[in-house]
């Protein structure tokens, strides 16, 4: 089944504290990206990669590093995770976008508590 | 000024009913865009894109309209599964940003 994975699920954790959220696709997608998203605010997009080992700043990215070192798994990592950074978190994935139409598929998302 | 926006609602309709909404971009270069649905919790899902000629499929039916800067998303005969909120997005910089709106929530009653 085409999909796109996220683990953990649910997390809470203390302020400071590093974490790793694993993302991972099974479409063979170039295109990665990492959204948050908070009420009243939508969908904000962290950082994006187009491809292996090239990755860019979205909307928000202060306070998260990412890497892409394989085409598959697209971690987002906290190094000092903050309470502002308690959101509910997507990884997505599309194909090269020969057109710009490709769908872009979701995660099923991580719901992240900083106290 | 945000780059897509949408009326948040919540639209409550009841079943049966006809229910539209818009949303307006500020980038007039944008070049795709698409509505996507996402349940309560859940991860946002595409529903359909949205073409210059505009496209319907099955009870949906979708506008755009450049010159305006608006895309509209029409809902007919209304189900209790249609309740949701429907995110805006659009496709900015050359294909690699989808920009969403804050979405639209619908509640459909029966």
């Known amino acids: 089944e085409a999909q796109v994975t996220q683990n953990p699920r649910y997390l809470i954790t203390v302020t400071g504290k590093k974490l790793t959220v694993t993302c991972s696709q099974n479409?063979?997608?170039?295109?990665m990206s990492w959204y948050r998203q908070d009420p009243g605010l939508g969908l904000r997009q962290i950082y994006y990669?187009?491809?292996?080992?090239?990755?860019d700043k979205g909307d928000v990215p202060e306070g998260y590093k990412v890497s892409r070192k394989e085409k598959r798994n697209f971690p987002l990592i906290l190094e000092s995770p903050s309470p502002n950074q308690t959101s509910l978190y997507f990884c997505a994935s599309r194909t090269r976008l020969d057109s710009s139409y490709n769908e872009q598929f979701f995660g099923p998302g991580t719901r992240l508590t900083v106290l | 000024r945000k780059e897509v926006e949408q009326d948040p609602g919540p639209f409550n309709v009841p079943e049966g009913a006809t229910v539209a909404f818009n949303c307006t971009y500020s980038n007039s270069a944008s070049q795709s865009f698409f509505w996507y649905r996402q349940d309560c919790r859940k991860e946002p899902k595409l529903l359909m894109s949205v073409y210059s000629s505009g496209n319907e499929d099955g009870r949906f039916t979708a506008q755009l309209n450049r010159a305006s800067q608006y895309i509209s998303l029409l809902i007919r005969d209304s189900k209790l599964s249609d309740s949701a909120t429907y995110l805006c997005?659009?496709?900015?910089?050359?294909?690699?940003?989808?920009?969403f709106g804050g979405g639209t929530r619908l509640m459909v009653k029966p």
């Open positions: 990669s187009m491809n292996v080992e090239v990755t």
């Open positions: 479409m063979n997608h170039e295109y």
């Open positions: 997005v659009v496709n900015n910089n050359a294909g690699n940003m989808l920009t």
